[in-house]
Structures are given as structure tokens and as C-alpha cells.
């Protein structure tokens, strides 16, 4: 479908009555989505230190506010490491898996996936849970190496549904002309695979840095001085004070996701990350 | 956010069984993977599975038995929390469905140049954080929030501030919030796949716009509905930092018991028993799940 232009919409409108209907429905239908996530924008400007309409004045000082507060600060470090080594491991392990998935001759394949992705499934607090006791009963306890452990689980369903999306698109032609050519197995995955499948392991790799990002249910279990999460940190101050600082902390949380959402709609495309099909 | 990529995935080489030569993918890469999530993820279950069978008791230290499950499902405070727990995921679904359906409607048929804005602002919110939105939930219908602001003082429609949040319709609304993207989607998805010849045949076959819908479109789009409703129902579930920051005591669901225990009573055990009340739903939805892909697949 292709834009209509105006004269096109009106035309449509004669043909379909019930469209402006569904289009002030849609319109009131984003208003209420949109609503909680602007209104936290505006607020991260208030100049006071409480929440009250109409709004007195603006300021930056909540901004300052986020580099002042070292929890802040320090549980960004934490959660920005866990969620590039979580991602990286899940690439390590989902990417080869989602190949073999997509290409493998196995019976079993339909339910390997269905095993490799239903992390996705689970109530991730009954994992956290689930988690805590068993690695603590492993030795590793509350320690960022629980909390790698624990977010490559989750992570790893991502990784596999981008990258195998994007491998059953592509021609096996390549891989077998390579192959004729010469090549052994690894030089075909490195020099031919590993090129045509990079916006899937891009798409899944932002996915999982996101996802790990947001996650509270797992990371709060595996909380102390030193593993503390940004939302764990988050968490337990909203819990405390009301102060604009969280507004203004997810502001620019917001930022840097929008724009790690236009990056991968430049390089893959939006449509593939999010149908469920 | 389902199992069907890799599915369809994986029963896409059947149609050409190549010989076996060397640049195909071996079976054992996999390895790596099933095996990390063999120890690190299903031994997890299987022990938390196990514990539940040895709740805590006071002065009693740790006894195996049903004990926690016979208190879960023999005591009317509990029953109460797991009802609340199914009819809120209920509610929630189907409230995405009444709100979801119409628009993915409208961004299949209707949206034009516009559906790429759509979709933005469809995922945009699923990339902000959840303190984010509740916290948005929190500014816009606290007492003296924005919407109370409105109906109060500029238009003069009520006498008091509205008590709006901690209620059942902020921990519904902001629920709705985070699952309703996943429900449009997953309709939109089969809305794109129906012949719209099908639509045509019934209008010239004497059908008005309403029985076409009812009679043709909306029995064809079921499998969307199917794949939407399974996935919030699951996620509504196991959710419970929505209702901890603005659901109040509106819906005591089991997460949100789970967490009580953690942090106060610390009845391990009970605790596990709850988690795996909620797992076997989990399991139950994602059996639903396959059924649902399967069938569509064999549709082709």
C-alpha cells in the first residue's frame, strides 16, 4: 500500500464510512499509550522536588541530579557490562544453534527449538527465584557472574529468533558455491555465513542489550552493594522518594533506546523484530 | 514474541533435502546451547520444582511433604490470590483484545503511508523501561496528577480528585499498556495474510460491511486473535512490577506473593510452590501455543 494523499483519503472515506471511526479510535488508542511515556519527559523539566499540576517552573537540575547520586551512576557501569558480556554469550551460543536449526537435518529440531526458546515463556520471577538458589547452591551466590548467567538464559531466545528469521531468507546458493569452491566449514561460516546473517545477530544483540536492560525480576534477587542493577537501584528509590531524578534518569534511558531503535530500523528494519510469526 | 519463527524455521529445508556435502551446518551446534540451558536453566526449575515439596515451618525446620501445596490450594486467602492472578490475566486480555483488534485493523487496512509511524509507536513503548511507565501511570493519576488536574480544575467535571491509582483500574490500564503492542501485532500479522478477494466475494454475494466482518474476517483472523490472547494471558501472568508500583492491594496476584515472601516471610519453600503453580500455567500456555502454530502451519 502506497500513501493516498489527500484527495486519496477522501475517496476512501466515500468508499469506507467506518474508517474516520477507526481512525479517531486509533488516535485515542495512542493517546493513552503515548500519554505515560510523554508525560514522563515533561515532568524529568520540573523545577520542584515533588509532582504537582499545573507545573511551576523548569530546570535541569534533576538531570545533574542522576551524575550526583553515585547508585546512579555506579549501577549503570553494572547493568551496561551486564548487558554487552549477558548479549555476547548469547550470541556465542544462539548463533551457531540457530544455524544448525535453520539448516540441520534432525527430526528432534522442532522441539530442540521449542526447548531453546522457551526461556521467553517463563514467568521470569520464578526463574529469578529459581536461579538464586540453585547458583548460590553452585557456589557463585549473589555475583555478577549469577546475574551473566541469569540474563544469558533470557537473552539467548532473542539472539536465535532475529538470526534464524534471517538465515531461512537467505539463499543456501552461497554457501553451497563456497563450499564447491573449497572452502571448509569454517571458512564458509566466516567469510559467507557470518556477513549474510549479521542484521539478524545486530537485531537479536540490540533486543537482548534492551531486554537485559529493563530486566527486574531476575537482577533484584542477585542485589548488593556491588551487582546492584540501574532498575534495581530505580526500584528501590521510587520506592522511597517521588523526585523528578527517576523521571529524568528514564528520559534519557528513552533516548539512547529510540535511538538504538532507529539504528536497527536503518540496518534490518522494524517489521522482522516484532511480528510474532 | 513466540516460538513460531524457529518453528517454521526449521521445517523450511524440507523442501530441498540436499545431499550432504561440506558447507552445510552440522546438527551439534546446537550443543553449546541446549547444553548451557540444561544446566543453567532447566536444573534451576527442576530444584525450585523440588522444594517446593519442603516448606519451612515454624520451629519445625524443613519436612517433606505436599504441605505447601495443601495450603495453597486448601486455604481461602491463597485460593483468593490465585483466582485474582487468572481473573486479572483474563481481564487484562481481554481488554487488549477489545482495544487491539480495532487497531490492528485499522493499521492493516486503513493506515497506508502511515503504518511505519504506527509500528514505531506500537514498539516504541516496549523499549522504555517498565519504572518508566509506571512511573508515567503514577504522575498521570496521582491526586494531584495531571488527569485529576484536568477533570478538577480545568474543566470543572468533579468535585474532588479521583482516587486513581493503587486502583484495579491503574493496575489493568498500566498491564494493558505493556501486553496491548504484543495483541496488535500478533492480529495485524494474520489480518495482512487474508485474501481480501474472500471480503469481496461475500459483499457481492449480498453480504452488508457488518456481516462480512462478523462472517468472514473476524472467523479468518482467529489464529491472530489465538497467538495475541495466549501471549498476554502468559506475560500478564508472571508480571508484578506493574502491580507493585501502581496496583496498590487493587489484585494480590501470586508474583506478587512470591516477592512478599522473598523479602519478608522468606518461606523458601512456600515460595517455590507458588512459583511452580505459575510455571505449570506458563507450560500450559506454551502448549497452546505450539497447538495454535502447528495448525496454521499445516494450513500452510
Not at chain 1, 181 to 206: E, M, V
Not at chain 2, 36 to 53: D, E, M, S
Request: charged residues 10%; positive net charge; glycine residues 8%.
Amino acid at each position: 500500500m502506497t500513501g493516498p494523499g489527500i484527495m486519496g483519503l477522501w475517496r476512501r472515506f466515500k468508499r469506507n464510512p467506518e474508517a474516520p471511526l477507526l481512525g479517531a479510535f486509533v488516535a485515542l488508542f495512542f493517546t493513552f499509550m503515548l500519554a505515560p511515556i510523554l508525560i514522563v519527559v515533561v515532568v524529568a523539566f520540573n523545577d520542584a522536588n515533588f509532582i504537582a499540576f499545573p507545573l511551576r517552573g523548569y530546570s535541569l537540575r534533576w538531570f545533574y541530579r542522576i551524575v550526583e547520586y553515585r547508585p546512579f551512576l555506579d549501577s549503570f557501569i553494572v547493568s551496561l557490562e551486564l548487558a554487552f558480556a549477558s548479549t555476547f554469550l548469547a550470541c556465542v551460543l544462539g548463533v551457531p544453534a540457530s544455524l544448525a536449526l535453520v539448516r540441520g537435518r534432525s527430526r528432534h529440531a522442532d522441539a530442540i527449538a521449542t526447548f531453546l526458546l522457551s526461556p521467553l515463556s517463563m514467568p521470569l520471577i520464578v526463574l529469578g527465584l529459581a536461579f538464586l538458589f540453585y547458583l548460590s547452591a553452585l557456589g557463585l551466590g549473589v555475583s555478577f557472574l549469577s546475574l551473566l548467567i541469569s540474563h544469558t538464559v533470557v537473552g539467548l531466545p532473542y539472539i536465535m529468533r532475529t538470526v534464524a528469521g534471517v538465515y531461512r531468507g537467505v539463499s543456501t546458493d552461497f554457501e553451497e558455491t563456497a563450499s564447491i569452491l573449497g572452502a571448509n566449514r569454517l571458512q564458509i561460516f566466516w567469510y559467507i555465513t557470518l556477513p549474510l546473517i549479521r542484521p539478524g545477530i545486530f537485531a537479536g544483540a540490540l533486543f537482548a542489550i534492551l531486554i537485559s536492560f529493563d530486566n527486574l525480576p531476575i537482577s533484584f534477587f542477585f542485589g548488593s552493594a556491588t551487582t546492584n542493577t540501574l532498575p534495581v537501584v530505580m526500584l528501590s528509590y521510587i520506592e522511597h522518594q517521588f523526585d523528578p531524578s527517576i523521571a529524568a534518569l528514564s528520559a534519557v534511558q528513552m533516548l539512547l533506546a529510540v535511538v538504538a531503535l532507529l539504528v536497527v530500523e536503518r540496518i534490518y528494519g522494524l517489521k522482522h523484530m516484532s511480528a510474532p510469526t | 514474541m513466540t516460538t513460531a519463527t524457529l518453528d517454521a524455521a526449521t521445517r523450511a529445508p524440507a523442501r530441498k533435502r540436499r545431499k550432504r556435502h561440506a558447507g552445510g551446518v552440522p546438527m551439534w551446534w546446537v550443543l553449546p546451547a541446549v547444553l548451557f540451558l540444561i544446566v543453567f536453566y532447566v536444573f534451576p526449575i527442576a530444584q525450585n520444582g523440588w522444594r517446593g515439596f519442603y516448606p519451612e515451618f515454624a520451629g519445625q525446620g524443613q519436612v517433606f511433604g505436599l504441605a505447601a501445596y495443601a495450603k495453597l490450594l486448601g486455604d481461602g486467602f491463597y485460593l483468593g490470590v490465585i483466582f485474582d492472578t487468572f481473573w486479572l490475566s483474563v481481564l487484562v486480555t481481554l481488554v487488549c483484545l477489545a482495544l487491539g483488534y480495532p487497531v490492528a485493523y485499522f493499521l492493516v487496512r486503513y493506515s497506508g503511508r502511515w503504518s511505519g509511524l504506527i509500528i514505531f509507536m506500537l514498539i516504541a513503548p516496549l523499549l522504555t523501561s517498565i519504572i518508566m511507565r509506571t512511573y508515567g501511570w503514577r504522575v498521570l493519576l496521582a491526586r494531584r496528577g495531571l488527569v485529576n488536574n484536568l477533570l478538577l480544575d480545568q474543566l470543572g467535571l468533579i468535585e474532588e480528585p479521583l482516587r486513581l491509582v493503587n486502583t484495579e483500574f491503574s493496575a489493568v490500564a498500566g498491564l494493558v499498556h505493556v501486553l496491548v503492542p504484543f495483541m496488535v501485532l500478533a492480529i495485524a500479522s494474520v489480518l495482512q495474510g487474508i485474501d481480501l478477494r474472500l471480503e469481496e466475494s461475500a459483499r457481492i454475494l449480498g453480504a452488508n460491511r457488518w456481516q462480512t466482518f462478523l462472517r468472514v474476517t473476524l472467523p479468518l483472523s482467529l489464529d491472530g486473535i489465538g497467538t495475541g490472547a495466549i501471549m498476554v494471558f502468559m506475560i500478564a501472568n508472571g508480571s508484578f512490577v506493574t502491580l507493585l508500583l501502581i496496583g496498590g492491594d487493587s489484585f494480590k496476584t501470586l508474583p506478587l506473593l512470591i516477592y512478599q515472601q522473598f523479602n519478608t516471610t522468606r518461606d523458601f519453600g512456600f515460595a517455590a510452590a507458588m512459583g511452580n503453580l505459575l510455571l505449570v500455567s506458563a507450560v500450559a500456555c506454551l502448549y497452546l501455543q505450539l497447538r495454535l502454530i502447528r495448525r496454521r502451519g499445516v494450513k500452510g
